[in-house]
C-alpha cells in the first residue's frame, strides 16, 4: 500500500484547506487510519483517526470542532477538512495507517506513512 497525501497550501487565518490521502495498491481497508502534523523540531503530533469503516473518530483537543476527518472506502480515501485555520496549524501533514482497526493517538502505532503536505497559515 502507498499513502499520496495533498491539498496544503498557504492559507490565511480563518481560512480552510481540505487534505487527501489517497492508497493506492494492496488496500488498508481494515485498518484504522490517520493523521499527524509536523512543524521544524517538533514532535509529530496526532491530529485525528478513524476507525476501519469511519464509524468512530478521534481528534487532537488541539482541533476539535475545527477539523473534520472522514474516510471513503469505496475510493480508498481519507479527509481532513480543516476550518478556522490557526497560525499554530502550520506544519507538515502526514497521513497514516494504522497496526489495528481503530485509530490511535501515538505515531508508533501507525505502520504505513505518506510523504506529507505543508500547510502554511499566515497570520
Known amino acids: 500500500v502507498q499513502l499520496q497525501a495533498s491539498g496544503g497550501g498557504l492559507v490565511q487565518a480563518g481560512g480552510s484547506l481540505r487534505l487527501s490521502c489517497a492508497a493506492s495498491?494492496?488496500?488498508?481497508?481494515?485498518?484504522?487510519m490517520g493523521w499527524f502534523r509536523q512543524d521544524k523540531e517538533k514532535e509529530r503530533e496526532f491530529v485525528a483517526g478513524?476507525?476501519?469503516?469511519?464509524?468512530?473518530?478521534n481528534y487532537a483537543d488541539s482541533v476539535k470542532g475545527r477539523f473534520t476527518i472522514s474516510r471513503a472506502k469505496a475510493s480508498n480515501t481519507m479527509y481532513l477538512q480543516m476550518t478556522s485555520l490557526e497560525p499554530e496549524d502550520t506544519a507538515v501533514y502526514y497521513c497514516?495507517?494504522?497496526?489495528?482497526?481503530?485509530?490511535?493517538?501515538?505515531?508508533?502505532?501507525?505502520?504505513?506513512w505518506g510523504q506529507g503536505t505543508q500547510v502554511t497559515v499566515s497570520s
Open positions: 478513524v476507525n476501519w469503516d469511519g464509524s468512530v473518530k
Open positions: 497514516a495507517v494504522a497496526r489495528r482497526a481503530w485509530s490511535g493517538t501515538a505515531a508508533r502505532e501507525y505502520v504505513l
Open positions: 495498491g494492496r488496500t488498508s481497508s481494515n485498518n484504522g
